[in-house]
């Protein structure tokens, strides 16, 4: 099983911006589509965004849309998180994943096959 080790979380203001990155231990996680959940205290995990396994289709949540951009270097094995315009209401633990399937790009959390262990973003109003 793959192992993905998330970087790049913390603490900014409003309207500020973070990239999150996610390395993946495997050079064969380039045949798998990548993406993006969070959970906030309380609540469901959220799928945030995806991208095919050479970034040929990519999907965005509706409360991300236009403000985050997914996208990925197989050379690294590490697929990345820029958000931008950051509002208090995207506090949450950042999460990346695999794919269960070459043949899937997740949308929800039951397409994932592999989780990072998270990390922590706090947007301050």
């Known amino acids: 099983q793959v192992a993905l080790v998330e970087s790049g979380g913390g603490l900014v203001q409003a309207g500020g911006s973070l990239r999150l990155s996610c390395a993946a231990s495997?050079?064969?996680?380039?045949?798998?589509?990548m993406g993006w959940f969070r959970q906030a205290p309380g609540k469901e995990r959220e799928f945030i965004a995806s991208?095919?396994?050479?970034?040929?289709?990519?999907y965005y949540g509706d409360s991300v849309k236009g403000r985050f951009t997914i996208s990925r270097d197989n050379a690294k094995n590490t697929v990345y998180l820029q958000m931008n315009s950051l509002k208090p209401e995207d506090t949450a633990v950042y999460y990346c994943?695999?794919?269960?399937?070459?043949?899937?790009?997740?949308?929800?959390?039951?397409?994932?096959?592999?989780w990072g262990q998270g990390t922590q973003v706090t947007v301050s109003s």
């Open positions: 994943a695999q794919s269960r399937s070459i043949f899937i790009i997740p949308r929800q959390t039951n397409d994932v096959g592999s």
């Open positions: 991208i095919g396994p050479i970034g040929e289709r990519i």
């Open positions: 495997k050079y064969t996680s380039s045949m798998y589509a």
